[in-house]
């Protein structure tokens, strides 16, 4: 049994190996690479794609699992080695119906639509990138065809990301929060004028306080980066390799929020345990479970009165021009103001939620085929003036603003929001663990919260899944309603200042 154990760990390792490779040229390709690399980077992430799926689906494997099934239904549920077996098996399952060649022509398929995209939204230009998205859509037509479902086609792209949830829980997810939210932004608005309109903020002075708030949360320097890039994210070749990207702006501060955000996925990836590392087990439960962790230490520390009280003096300080004359409450409301735009990173906790729930719509439609591509600008601008009151005057402010549609992220956009009310789920439990917490946050101290997070959620990796982890911390499935008393509270506070 131990020897079938080993060379399991050791046949996965080695699939991993690639797949983390792979993550490094996706990395290199969005921040280092020039641009007329791209054609070769496509195939050089084909063949490793392709090296990996046919490692991974091989019989061996399969051998491999059933001589270790007594791991799975061992009483040692929780430890590492019966984890390994349960998830490896789901993966593996999985992946066996998907054909080597179909995986590796769509990620060859992703890495030169995005290339095509980038020069797209540049130029504010849908025209140009459709014939890439047709092609992305056919071939996410013909992933989902390799899967026996009942019910939703969606919900095989949904369990890519969200294993195990179905699209009906998140329709229900958000046909609540849409009741809500619709209200609250009405009566939320602001037309105030941010304090930063107009101010000059240089570019080398936000990356210096952007690296203070990653390493100020939890990072020691040997082990991440924070580099530029078009569309900000967060890649992991191992716990102690983080890169954190980022995009800046003269004329606003929304990169801070950019970094404590990307180090929030940071912190979790770099927080699973080492004993997983290189094995299937080595990152985030789920995406929404990763998305909360991002939007906790971005929204709920980040945004928070406490944290600007012990940070706003260091900004001010940093820009003195732009800055000098707003005292702390006028910069704290600014931060939190509720004002529909149309570029989905930079909303504000309470519209970013219709920006979700308008792509996942959308989604559903597109490969349901009862929306065309053809059709697509003019559906998205029509449902954004209807959910946010504002139109879309050109492409780049509109349908090509996200990077995850050149690269057939389909069902990748509905776990942002639920992301968002997980974070607050998480959060009001780690208030209970941790009196003071506000105080401790008040002082630029973040250990004990960075530690509760770790032990309850990073180190435990894909240990278990998203539904069993959720259940461990919060002690229920996922639940809107903590989120919505959050916002009406932030909100209502906010109004009335």
Request: one cysteine or more; glycine letters at 6%.
């Amino acid at each position: 049994m131990s020897h079938d154990y080993d060379e399991l760990k050791h046949r996965l390792a080695k699939v991993h190996d690639l797949r983390t490779a792979a993550e490094l040229l996706f990395w290199d390709q969005t921040v280092m690479m020039p641009s007329r690399g791209a054609a070769v980077r496509a195939e050089q992430l084909a063949t490793l794609e392709r090296l990996a799926h046919e490692r991974f689906v091989d019989d061996e494997i399969g051998r491999l699992l059933d001589e270790l099934r007594p791991f799975e239904e061992s009483e040692l549920f929780d430890s590492d080695e019966a984890s390994l077996v349960r998830v490896t098996r789901r993966d593996w399952e999985k992946a066996r119906q998907v054909p080597s060649e179909l995986s590796a022509e769509m990620t060859k398929a992703a890495s030169e639509a995005m290339e095509a995209w980038v020069v797209a939204r540049r130029d504010s230009s849908y025209a140009a990138f459709q014939p890439w998205l047709e092609r992305t859509l056919e071939l996410k037509r013909r992933y989902i065809d390799c899967f026996d479902y009942e019910g939703d086609p969606y919900d095989v792209v949904l369990d890519d990301f969200e294993p195990g949830m179905k699209t009906d829980e998140v329709r229900a997810v958000f046909e609540r929060l849409k009741e809500e939210l619709v209200l609250l932004i009405a009566e939320a608005a602001s037309d105030e004028v941010s304090p930063v309109a107009g101010g000059r903020f240089p570019e080398e002075v936000q990356h210096r306080l952007s690296t203070e708030l990653v390493e100020r949360f939890g990072f020691r320097p040997e082990y991440y980066r924070l580099d530029r890039t078009v569309h900000p994210f967060c890649a992991s070749s191992a716990t102690t390799d983080i890169r954190l990207t980022t995009r800046y702006s003269e004329r606003d501060l929304t990169s801070l929020f950019t970094a404590m955000h990307e180090c929030g996925h940071g912190l979790y990836e770099h927080g699973v345990s080492p004993s997983l590392e290189r094995t299937p087990l080595c990152a985030g439960a789920s995406s929404a479970l990763h998305e909360s962790q991002s939007r906790l230490w971005e929204n709920i520390v980040g945004r928070s009165l406490p944290f600007w009280r012990w940070y706003y003096p260091r900004v001010q300080e940093a820009f003195p021009e732009a800055l000098g004359g707003v005292d702390l409450e006028r910069f704290h409301r600014s931060v939190n103001r509720v004002r529909p735009s149309h570029i989905r990173v930079d909303a504000d906790e309470a519209t970013y939620g219709m920006h979700i729930i308008l792509r996942f719509e959308l989604e559903q439609e597109l490969l349901a085929g009862t929306l065309s591509l053809n059709d697509l600008p003019e559906a998205w601008n029509a449902r954004f003036k209807e959910y946010l009151g504002i139109d879309v005057p050109e492409d780049r402010l509109g349908v090509l603003q996200d990077v995850h549609w050149s690269g057939g992220s389909f069902g990748y956009f509905p776990t942002y929001q639920l992301g968002n009310v997980i974070s607050v789920q998480i959060w009001e439990k780690a208030q209970e663990a941790l009196p003071g917490l506000g105080g401790q946050i008040e002082r630029g101290e973040f250990g004990a919260l960075l530690g509760w997070l770790q032990e309850h959620i990073y180190r435990h990796g894909r240990k278990f899944t998203p539904q069993e982890l959720l259940e461990r911390v919060v002690g229920g499935p996922i639940d809107p309603e903590p989120y919505l008393r959050y916002l009406k509270s932030k909100y209502g506070t906010a109004v009335a200042a």
